[in-house]
């Protein structure tokens, strides 16, 4: 069976791969793609360590295909900082040691990242909720979600 | 490696053809957070996984001209949280929908996979079941209705027919005085499996209860609509002896398993305690509309 031709935008970035026709996004984006900053946890949507954006929606690209992605726009980590610029959240995710191990730290920055952009001001329980399906094996979850909650109020702060 | 073939057809009679043609060995994919965690486990090996997302109907949300809704059987939970009047008109609805799963399982996740799948503790089933939701299904044989609860024939079975694929959810238009409500009982806050999910949806006129429907999940092979639950409610006021005849006929209902989550006895109760905490936000919900 041939490979199947992908044309998809990837962190804005016109590009084309080719895959089976059951390999997951995260396959894609791990294997010809080169983007290993999506990390695979549990590879069956549970842990969040593989979450990116499809079209803005939060996802996990171990549960989508990655012949989904033609035609659609994805976000992975890699498009978090511009340059050597990180991102406020990667940023206070150092400052804060919101990270122990890091396998669970990409997915975590991009899922916060979403929420920050639905709503720029969440509570500590919105903030926990929307992270339920990121999964921090080393527990860090306390630092995780003050490090989130911080840097809402920064860039709260920088806008006014 | 592999001889799976993937199809994404923009129209519903290509991927009915499709699909038909293919037999047993064919899936449908909407949001794929049961079907590739199922090609994980090896559990299913499909032949042909035939992507609905592309077909319009599949995805949309529609306010019928009797003030319904038709949902698409492929909209993903969170777009449907994101609909400026859905959630208003079924909040039962929206809160089981938006209970399948994390954030990232609510950007694929779909009402109509949850409900093909088939599982016994499907949140969004009881709620959809309360709500008196008809699925349109379309197959070789062209279109039929149903009502949502005619499709699960046990877990992980559907009465679908061989090719028929489920077209979209059409939620009937709520009378002043109506309200939609669902429960599950879970060990966690969050991001599990229903030990008992319990769907109201109740109509009150001058403080009496003039319809009702019950949906009741993870206690018996399929969701199940309760109808004596329902028939204790309807002319009441929802006062204490009304609730605890439909919370007794929920017990009834119960053909629970013994499992991890919980035991028989403890299903049994719960989904009557459900029933009244459940009914007590419809009801609440009704007397704000």
Partial sequence: MAKLHVSTTINGEPMEFLCEPNDTMLDALRGPLGLTGSKEGCASGDCGACSILLDDRLVCSCLMLSAEAQGHEIRTIEGMAHGEKLHPLQQKFLEMAALQCGICTSGMLVASDALLKKNPQPSEEEVRFWLAGNLCRCTGYDKIVRAVLETAQDMREARN | ?289
């Fill in chain 2, 1 to 289: 490696m592999t001889d799976i073939r993937y199809l994404s057809p923009s129209t519903l009679d290509e991927a009915v053809s499709a699909f038909a043609a293919a037999g047993s060995a064919a899936r449908i994919l909407a949001g794929g957070t049961d079907l590739l965690v199922q090609m994980r486990a090896g559990s299913v090996r499909p032949g042909l996984i035939v992507d609905i997302k592309k077909i319009s109907e599949m995805t949309a949300i529609e306010e019928t001209a009797d003030g319904g809704f038709r949902v698409g059987a492929a909209v993903p939970g969170a777009v449907l949280a994101e609909h400026p009047r859905f959630g208003k008109v079924w909040p039962g609805v929206l809160e089981a929908v938006n209970l399948i799963g994390s954030t990232q399982v609510q950007g694929r996740a779909s009402a109509g996979g949850n409900l093909c799948n088939s599982s016994p503790a499907a949140d969004s089933v009881p709620a959809m079941i309360a709500a008196g939701a008809i699925v349109t299904v379309a197959g070789p044989n062209g279109r039929r209705e149903m009502p949502v609860e005619a499709v699960p024939a046990g877990p992980g079975r559907t009465h679908l027919k061989p090719g028929e694929i489920l077209v979209s959810f059409t939620l009937p238009p709520r009378p002043p005085g109506s309200g939609d409500a669902y429960l599950r009982m879970i060990p966690r806050t969050e991001m599990d499996i229903a030990v008992v999910g319990c769907g109201v949806s109740l109509t009150l006129k001058g403080g009496v209860c003039t319809t009702a429907r019950v949906g009741l999940g993870a206690v018996a092979p399929t969701v199940l609509l309760v109808e004596a639950a329902a028939k204790a409610l309807v002319g009441s006021k929802l006062d204490d002896a009304a609730l605890s005849a439909a919370a007794s006929a929920c017990s009834a209902a119960c053909r629970p398993i013994d499992d991890k989550r919980g035991t028989i006895a403890y299903r049994t109760k719960i989904a009557g305690v459900l029933l009244k905490r459940t009914a007590a936000i419809a009801a609440q919900r009704a007397g704000g509309n």
